[in-house]
């Protein structure tokens, strides 16, 4: 689950992490009434969106008196922000966060992020803040520092100094950056987050190291031990079919190709979008529907698949276990009675109930055609869909 920056800052503040003063309007009077509390000679106007790159996209602006923030806060209101994270699509801006302006020296990047190569925890920093992480890395990936650690390891004094002496940080900034590190760690796994990134980091004139933006995700499968932050979820920014999916308890992920998937089991899951490459094919979505579920559970899963426009075809792949054949063509079948299928339909069934449940899809009268392996579904369904 992501959060917004304005969420993410009011959390590290809780952990000693110096953030700018502000406070987030959802109206353009809200957004007044905050520009006239801060009233400050520099103040920054931020969309909120789960997206980076707001400023290219005209979503950060820096304004020099109350009645700038307002007219700036004003525009931001609902424009659509298109950045390289959301797509041509963009995302409409319904908050904005409104801060006073901080005079610093330099900018530096900081974040902490689950590591899979190590099953620990990596921490990177660089003395190029302020620009993408990624295009560093590529150009100039000397000016990458990461400190990786092992399983069940956690940051200790020393990797912060050595980070610290690093980015260049000396006397009081080196110690203020030491402490805001062993901070931000303390919130990363306090808060079971899987990604806390803070770019710019900057150091002031006084000494001090504050964070001037801040991104957060955190583990879903731990939100139950953390009730205060799954109320930070915004819906508005979450995908309209990863939202609905949420809602039937279905594990689900928006993908670009163009060939709905729907299968139970998340390995089966793999090979099926393996497969489906292997013929030409590319999956719209990552889809399962798990090992019990029920024919409005299947139901709910097909019509969420077939209301996605960039759908063309679609491929059941389901290996009844604990799951029911007749039961999932049951669910299948009425579902597609109910969307009116006009769409292809390849269904591979193996496992439980197998002949019933191919017998409920043979006598439905519907476009639907079995298969019995994956390699001639995978086949089926991709030559369906070519010229569509």
Same mark, same amino acid.
């Given at each position: 689950?992501?959060?917004?920056?304005?969420?993410?800052?009011?959390?590290?503040?809780?952990?000693?992490?110096?953030?700018?003063?502000?406070?987030?309007?959802?109206?353009?009077?809200?957004?007044?009434?905050?520009?006239?509390?801060?009233?400050?000679?520099?103040?920054?106007?931020?969309?909120?969106?789960?997206?980076?790159?707001?400023?290219?996209?005209?979503?950060?602006?820096?304004?020099?008196?109350?009645?700038?923030?307002?007219?700036?806060?004003?525009?931001?209101?609902?424009?659509?922000?298109?950045?390289?994270?959301?797509?041509?699509?963009?995302?409409?801006?319904?908050?904005?966060?409104?801060?006073?302006?901080?005079?610093?020296?330099?900018?530096?990047?900081?974040?902490?992020?689950?590591?899979?190569?190590?099953?620990?925890?990596?921490?990177?920093?660089?003395?190029?803040?302020?620009?993408?992480?990624?295009?560093?890395?590529?150009?100039?990936?000397?000016?990458?520092?990461?400190?990786?650690?092992?399983?069940?390891?956690?940051?200790?004094?020393?990797?912060?100094?050595?980070?610290?002496?690093?980015?260049?940080?000396?006397?009081?900034?080196?110690?203020?950056?030491?402490?805001?590190?062993?901070?931000?760690?303390?919130?990363?796994?306090?808060?079971?987050?899987?990604?806390?990134?803070?770019?710019?980091?900057?150091?002031?004139?006084?000494?001090?190291?504050?964070?001037?933006?801040?991104?957060?995700?955190?583990?879903?499968?731990?939100?139950?031990?953390?009730?205060?932050?799954?109320?930070?979820?915004?819906?508005?920014?979450?995908?309209?079919?990863?939202?609905?999916?949420?809602?039937?308890?279905?594990?689900?992920?928006?993908? $670009? /190709?163009?060939? *709905?998937?729907?299968? %139970?089991?998340? =390995?089966?899951? !793999?090979?099926?979008?393996? &497969?489906?490459?292997?013929?030409?094919?590319?999956?719209?979505?990552?889809?399962?529907?798990?090992?019990?579920?029920?024919?409005?559970?299947?139901?709910?899963?097909?019509?969420?698949?077939?209301?996605? $426009? /960039?759908?063309? *075809?679609?491929?059941? %792949?389901?290996? =009844?276990?604990? !799951?029911?054949?007749?039961? &999932?063509?049951?669910?299948?079948?009425?579902?597609?009675?109910?969307?009116?299928?006009?769409?292809?339909?390849?269904?591979?069934?193996?496992?439980?109930?197998?002949?019933?449940?191919?017998?409920?899809?043979?006598?439905?009268?519907?476009?639907?055609?079995?298969?019995?392996?994956?390699?001639?579904?995978?086949?089926? &369904?991709?030559?369906?869909?070519?010229?569509?």
């Amino acid at each position: 689950m992501d959060i917004h920056e304005y969420q993410a800052k009011q959390l590290l503040a809780k952990y000693g992490v110096a953030v700018p003063v502000g406070d987030i309007a959802y109206k353009a009077h809200e957004a007044e009434n905050v520009a006239k509390w801060l009233d400050e000679p520099i103040m920054v106007v931020k969309a909120q969106i789960h997206a980076g790159g707001r400023g290219k996209a005209g979503g950060v602006k820096i304004v020099r008196s109350v009645e700038e923030a307002i007219e700036a806060a004003d525009k931001m209101f609902n424009m659509r922000l298109v950045t390289h994270q959301t797509g041509p699509e963009g995302r409409s801006v319904h908050r904005v966060y409104i801060e006073s302006g901080v005079a610093y020296d330099k900018e530096l990047y900081f974040s902490i992020l689950n590591d899979r190569e190590t099953a620990g925890i990596t921490l990177i920093a660089s003395t190029e803040g302020g620009m993408d992480i990624e295009e560093v890395a590529e150009k100039t990936p000397d000016k990458i520092i990461k400190v990786r650690l092992g399983p069940a390891a956690e940051l200790q004094p020393h990797h912060a100094r050595s980070l610290s002496y690093d980015l260049g940080l000396k006397g009081k900034t080196g110690r203020s950056a030491q402490k805001l590190f062993m901070n931000v760690f303390r919130a990363f796994l306090d808060l079971d987050a899987t990604l806390l990134e803070i770019n710019p980091l900057v150091t002031t004139k006084a000494g001090d190291v504050m964070a001037l933006d801040c991104k957060m995700s955190f583990d879903d499968n731990a939100l139950w031990r953390h009730r205060d932050i799954e109320e930070l979820r915004d819906d508005e920014e979450i995908d309209p079919l990863e939202l609905e999916a949420a809602r039937h308890d279905l594990n689900y992920v928006k993908l $670009p /190709g163009s060939i *709905g998937l729907m299968v %139970n089991g998340a =390995g089966l899951s !793999m090979a099926t979008m393996d &497969i489906l490459k292997y013929y030409g094919g590319s999956a719209a979505n990552f889809l399962d529907v798990a090992g019990a579920a029920t024919p409005e559970r299947v139901a709910a899963a097909f019509k969420l698949i077939y209301s996605d $426009p /960039g759908v063309k *075809g679609i491929l059941l %792949n389901i290996f =009844g276990g604990m !799951m029911r054949c007749n039961s &999932i063509a049951e669910g299948l079948v009425n579902a597609a009675r109910e969307v009116g299928l006009n769409k292809p339909l390849v269904v591979r069934l193996e496992g439980t109930n197998v002949e019933l449940g191919r017998e409920i899809l043979e006598k439905s009268g519907l476009p639907i055609q079995p298969v019995n392996t994956m390699g001639e579904a995978a086949k089926k &369904i991709v030559d369906a869909v070519k010229g569509l």
